[in-house]
């Protein structure tokens, strides 16, 4: 698995927060999220919203074909609400999911991804089908959080969400979907894991 | 406590919110259909398809404004 966006207790240090993440500190002006989304459950407040870019590679059988799929600079928008955090998808905007904290949606988000792209594999009768099914799925927009997302990316970029030790890319980076046919021959034990790649979205 | 909707009044909603719209249960979900938008995570329920689950509301949200009747459901369901 590949998770750039790793916070670590250095960022605490870093930020002189001796006693931890225990809520929305602010530090030289800035909301500090970094050690927050990864080490353990934040508090900041309610409606605080993260903008992330997803890529994540997954290898599927579906009706007599191995599938590779890679989907690139999906969007979702992770938010603090009145009960726990949800990870909500712009582009796939049919999904959402839960969790106790950032990390805990986004682990439940990239399942829920998975779970989706399985359920059409064994809806469809063959690849042409399934390729035009995911696609679809992943293309469609929640056009009701399209504005926040923009806005989060560009408290990103006006530095008011803290991204120390977090990676960043430029909000506009292209979206794409993959669908590939993967030869029998080809499928590896790389392919039993997981992969993936989840940054800060930071508006131009 | 996570806050939730039975999914009997999810399907109410739907009805009076999202006419014509289409419904079934995958391995892992509920898909539901409308206006060529699809939600594809509404949960079955816990530890599988119930009859009538508590859904989470984020789910709800997420669902309504996908399909774009918010202004509808939040007449049948508390959403905010």
Same mark, same amino acid.
């Given at each position: ?103 805990? +949606? ?45 806005? +989060? ?32 021959? +080809? ?18 | =406590?996570? @806050? ?6 999810? &399907?109410? =909603? ?9 419904? @079934?249960?995958?391995?892992?979900? &509920?898909?539901?259909?409308? $206006?060529? @938008? ?12 119930? !009859? $009538?689950?508590?859904? !989470? ?5 997420? =669902? ?5 009747? &918010?202004?509808?459901? !939040? ?6």
């Amino acid at each position: 698995m590949i998770l750039r966006a790793m916070a670590t207790d250095d960022a605490c240090r870093a930020n002189d927060q001796p006693d931890g993440p225990v809520g929305p500190r602010r530090y030289r002006g800035r909301e500090r999220y970094t050690a927050l989304v990864m080490t353990e459950i934040p508090s900041p407040a309610i409606g605080s919203a993260l903008p992330f870019l997803f890529t994540y590679r997954d290898t599927l059988f579906g009706p007599g074909f191995v599938v590779h799929v890679e989907a690139r600079n999906g969007r979702a928008l992770c938010v603090r609400e009145d009960d726990q955090w949800w990870m909500y998808g712009v582009n796939p905007g049919g999904m959402a999911a839960p969790g106790a904290d950032p990390h805990a +949606a986004h682990a439940a988000f990239r399942k829920a991804f998975n779970h989706v792209l399985v359920d059409i594999s064994s809806e469809v009768d063959g690849f042409d089908a399934f390729k035009a099914a995911v696609e679809a799925f992943f293309n469609e927009t929640n056009e009701g959080y399209v504005a926040e997302w923009a806005a +989060a990316a560009e408290a990103i970029r006006q530095g008011r969400i803290d991204t120390t030790g977090f990676a960043t890319a430029p909000a506009s980076s292209p979206r794409s979907i993959e669908v590939t046919i993967k030869a029998v021959d +080809a499928v590896g034990a790389a392919d039993n894991t997981a992969d993936l790649e989840l940054l800060y979205a930071e508006a131009a | =406590m996570p @806050r939730v909707v039975r999914l009997k009044d999810i &399907w109410a =909603m739907l009805d009076a919110c999202a006419p014509g719209h289409q419904r @079934r249960a995958t391995d892992h979900s &509920w898909r539901v259909t409308f $206006n060529g @938008r699809t939600y594809a995570t509404l949960p079955l329920g816990p530890h599988g398809r119930r !009859e $009538n689950p508590e859904i !989470e509301t984020g789910h709800v949200r997420a =669902m309504v404004r996908h399909l774009q009747i &918010w202004g509808c459901a !939040e007449r049948h369901l508390t959403l905010a």
